[in-house]
């Protein structure tokens, strides 16, 4: 295998993987079968999947705490291997590197933490007064971490990452906003849009395809260990047609019938759901194929397609025809 030259690297780049693999157990399951990345530097890049399609496996090798079977990768600019001292200082690891004191407050945390990379008494001061203004915790700042809740817990995790300064260049936010409450959940958005916007590269995982479709620039899709897909949100449903036509059908029967022609099955109401381009011609066509004597179909809407769309069509085992 070639190491790549540093002056060769790509300097848009923030994180680069080239052919990640990786096996846990004996006999060896195949976890990752070939990950390849580019990801821009700033902005927010999503990483997508079902249960154990090896999300976190890659986030853990691009933040040095796995390494790869085979492959490369580099993030901001520094091989995960040859350079993992300098990778960690360049990267922020929600939850994992900030060891938060539970018995400490939120601003006692934050102030030890700054003093550990170095500063003043009174640069550690204004360094968490900050944080805890900036992550919206400055009501809280006084009252012991065990006693917060699980967004205010995962807001100071965060505020922790960057006590250091210079802030890091790269975030890897594994599901942080899974369990939150929807309030809580849009303070992180705020929060992640925050920093992409002073220029950090957030890599974030998530269960929710709203997150990412609001949040994230750019969306890989990972599924058993490969990217299945990758785009924005749009180009992703552009790839299901961009739209979905849904038939409400007239029996149980027409509904079997249908039903591997659909993504999307709503047994109970008897609706299925076709990806389609929403135009009238390709609509039309559709009806008429699907239900030529007019006796199938009850009703139909036509819709926009979500991400939801694009994840049950490129992570279904059926999915080889998209
Ligand atoms: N240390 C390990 N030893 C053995 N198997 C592992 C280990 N870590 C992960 N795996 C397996 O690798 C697969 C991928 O796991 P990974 O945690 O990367 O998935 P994920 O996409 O993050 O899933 P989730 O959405 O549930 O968080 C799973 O089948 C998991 O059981
Ligand atoms: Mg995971």
Do not use: C
């Not at 080239?18 to 700033?42: E, F």
């Not at 785009?231 to 019938?257: F, N």
């Not at 659909?262 to 609706?271: F, I, V």
């Not at 036509?302 to 991400?307: E, K, Y």
């Amino acid at each position: 295998m070639t190491v790549p030259h540093h002056s060769g690297e790509d300097a848009t780049a923030a994180i680069e993987a080239y052919g990640l693999t990786k096996s846990y157990g004996k006999p060896a399951v195949r976890v990752l079968d070939g990950i390849d990345l580019r990801i821009a530097r700033g902005g927010v890049f999503s990483l997508l999947g079902p249960n154990g399609a090896g999300k976190t496996t890659t986030v853990r090798i691009l933040a040095t705490l796995t390494e790869a079977d085979s492959g490369t990768a580099r993030v901001a600019g520094y091989d995960v291997v040859a350079d993992r001292s300098a990778v960690r200082r360049s990267i922020s690891l929600t939850g994992q590197f900030a060891a938060v004191d539970e018995v400490q407050t939120g601003e006692e945390n934050l102030r030890m933490m700054a003093r550990l990379t170095g500063a003043s008494r009174s640069a550690a001061r204004r360094r968490a007064d900050e944080l805890l203004e900036r992550f919206d915790l400055t009501a809280a700042a006084r009252r012991p971490a065990a006693t917060y809740s699980g967004g205010m817990r995962r807001r100071l995790d965060l505020a922790a990452g960057l006590v250091g300064s210079p802030e890091p260049g790269v975030f890897f936010l594994d599901e942080p906003t899974t369990g939150l409450d929807p309030r809580s959940r849009q303070q992180l958005w705020e929060v992640v849009r925050d920093l992409a916007g002073r220029g950090a590269t957030v890599l974030l995982t998530t269960q929710y395809l709203e997150e990412a479709d609001r949040l994230a620039d750019r969306i890989a899709l990972l599924n058993k260990g490969r990217i299945a897909a990758e785009g924005t949100a749009a180009e992703l449903k552009a790839r299901v047609g961009g739209h979905r036509l849904d038939l409400v059908l007239t029996s149980r029967a027409a509904y079997l019938r249908l039903a591997g022609r659909a993504l999307h099955h709503s047994p109970g109401t008897l609706t299925l759901g076709i990806p389609t381009d929403g135009s009238a011609a390709q609509v039309r066509a559709l009806l008429d194929e699907i239900d030529p004597t007019g006796e199938a179909v009850e009703r139909f809407t036509v819709h926009g397609a979500t991400l939801d769309d694009v994840f049950l069509a490129l992570t279904s085992e059926a999915s080889a025809h998209v």
